[in-house]
């Protein structure tokens, strides 16, 4: 007799039950293995520096054509517990909604792609492979997640020829956007060092908050950009300015203020770093204080170009929602920044109104639409 189909709604339940709170793996992906092995999927635990990850592959290693999904099962804390109006891992479906950390954000789409691939292996086994990469490091620092899955499939030998990645992607309904893109991601804490003294003789200290307060002017002073055929305009938000100084008559001796940048294809995370630094001196330089940039880049911006691929997942979109998704590049980075150095990859998931608030909550309906898109894309992808 035929298995049944995987139930994505139930399987979406069953994950949000294990708290999977960064970096722990709570069972998630414990679950999703033995879901993956019973339908003959060749799994792998690819853990590393205490992270879960898990690879999947159904078909023969080195397939000429072999289409992989990549998510995660790690959420972000509940937050105050309090305000939940859901046991944050109960799942408790209500009006039509299911509640829970990670309903959203992205345990519904791992069940989706999960129960897609799973019925598609069974019911049309392919000519070629599919390949499930999940991992337990997205929502944290997510240096050993996508990462380590892509060092390992590389050691091995693995290969997907294009990847779609199930992260929420809709602003507001089903099938409005999927993601050919994301901006880069950087970061510059600066520390700037001067003199101490007395706020009645300013001319004997060094202020250092005088120099970041021109520092951050200079910066915010002109656009970095004005936006790319397919990206927005970069952008520049000073997010912290701090020192700390409990007293009203003393210039502090030290300071720090942070900037995060969303940067398009225009520039790199070096051409930023230096064009940080060189504003940097140039303030060090007028104020006699010593400021140093500490620069972390999360993520290069990149693009996947519209062509077959974006086209066959939009037409998937489509056939299944009645909506033409938007392609765009808005929003944050996710582990598609990581995966765009191994095959070509886009991304289309759920709404994601509600990702990493209080009361997260998929609706129930597009749970079940998702799996169907997934597994249009396969059958299609395959044909």
Known sequence: MPASPVDPVDLTARLIRCASVTPAEGG??????????GAGFECHRVDRGGIANLFARWGKRGAN?????????????????????????????????????????????????????????????PDGAVILAITGDE?????????????????????MTHCLVGEPTCPETMGQM????????????????????????????KNPMTALVRLLARLEEAPLDQGTDHFD????A??????????????????????????????????????????????AAETGVRIEPAIKVSGESFLTPPGSFSALVRAAVQAET???????????????????????????????????????????????????????ILRDYFA
């Open 178 to 205: 999927m993601k050919i893109g994301r901006r880069g991601s950087l970061t510059c804490r600066f520390t700037a060092t001067g003199v101490q003294g007395h706020s009645a003789y300013p001319h004997r200290a």
């Open 65 to 125: 054509r072999s289409f992989g999904f990549n998510g995660h099962t790690d959420v972000v804390p509940v937050g105050d517990l309090s305000a939940w109006t859901a046991d944050p891992f109960g799942a408790e479906i209500r009006d039509g909604w299911m509640y829970g950390r990670g309903a959203t954000d992205m345990k519904s789409g791992v069940a989706a792609f999960a129960a897609a691939a799973v019925d598609f292996v069974r019911d049309t086994p």
């Open 233 to 236: 305009a970069s952008t520049l």
């Open 238 to 283: 000073i997010t912290t300015i701090d020192c700390g100084n409990p007293a009203t008559n003393v210039i502090p001796a030290r300071g720090t203020a942070t900037v995060n940048i969303r940067f398009n294809d225009l520039h790199s995370g070096a051409s930023l770093t230096d064009w940080l630094q060189t504003h940097a001196a140039a303030v």
């Open 28 to 37: 998630a992906l414990v679950l999703l293995q033995d879901l993956l092995e």
């Open 139 to 159: 929502e944290d620092v997510a240096q050993d997640g996508t990462v380590a899955l892509l060092d390992w499939m590389a050691g091995q030998g693995e290969r």
């Open 322 to 376: 009645g909506v033409v998704p938007e392609y765009s590049t808005s929003g944050g980075t996710s582990d598609a920044r990581f995966v765009k150095d191994h095959c070509p990859v886009v991304e289309f998931g759920l709404v994601g109104k509600t990702m990493h608030q209080v009361d997260e909550r998929v609706e129930v309906a597009q749970i079940h639409q998702l799996k169907a898109v997934y597994a249009r």
